[in-house]
Every structure is written in C-alpha cells, then in structure tokens.
C-alpha cells in the first residue's frame, strides 16, 4: 500500500506547477483524498481535499481560487493544480487519505491515518 507524490519542483512565483499522486496496491476510489503541506519548522497543513465522486472539495483560505483538486478515479490518480504560486506555498507536499465532514456550514478535512507516503517538494522563488 503505497501513495506516491510528483510533479514537484522549483518555480518562481506566479508560477504553475501540477502534481500527481499516484495509488498503488489499493483503489484510490474507495476513499476521500486529499492533499497536505510541510514547510520546514511549521506543522503539516491541509491544501485540498475530495470526495470520491468529486463533489465536495476542501480548500482553506492561503490556497483558495488558487489552487484546484481533482482525480481520476480509472488511472487511480490524484491532482493538485498550483496557480499563482507564492513563495510561502514551498513545502513538501503530500498525499493521502482523508476524513471529511461539513460542520457550521464549512467543510472540513483531516486524515484518516498515517499513510503519507513519499512527497515532492515544491520551492518557489521570489
């Protein structure tokens, strides 16, 4: 059981990067996904998260309108496309399965277990 993280690399900032997270010995489609970030001497945060048929999403605020989750549940892969990068958005990113509810009207994510898996790194320069 494993989830790999790509797509990651350097880029300045309003800049795009696409990253790929790519399932393997389970069904990506059997789960809520979601994406998370590690910047160096911070906690991990959630960036994004879906539901299986894509019809909830979870975004917070730092990435909103920026940037845009989705997956293909036939190739069992995950998408996070970055727009309008910013230098504070470098960190490893992540991908993994998560837990998601709506509570006071807002969407919520966190994950379902310590599966985390390699991450990519994403750095972006000012």
């Known amino acids: 059981v494993q989830l790999q993280a790509s797509g990651g690399g350097l880029v300045q900032a309003g800049g795009s990067l696409r990253l790929s997270c790519a399932a393997s010995?389970?069904?990506?489609?059997?789960?809520?996904i979601g994406w998370f970030r590690q910047a160096p001497g911070k906690e991990r945060e959630g960036v994004s998260c879906?539901?299986?048929?894509?019809?909830?999403?979870y975004y917070p605020d730092s990435v909103k309108g920026r940037f845009t989750i989705s997956r293909d549940n036939a190739k069992n892969t995950l998408y996070l496309q970055m727009n309008s990068l910013k230098p504070e958005d470098t960190a490893v990113y992540y991908c993994?399965?998560?837990?998601?509810?709506?509570?006071?009207?807002?969407?919520?994510?966190?994950?379902?277990?310590?599966?985390w898996g390699q991450g990519t790194l994403v750095t972006v320069s000012s």
């Open positions: 879906i539901s299986i048929s894509g019809s909830l999403t």
């Open positions: 993994t399965t998560v837990i998601m509810g709506v509570a006071g009207g807002s969407v919520t994510c966190r994950p379902r277990n310590e599966l």
């Open positions: 010995g389970f069904t990506l489609d059997d789960y809520y």
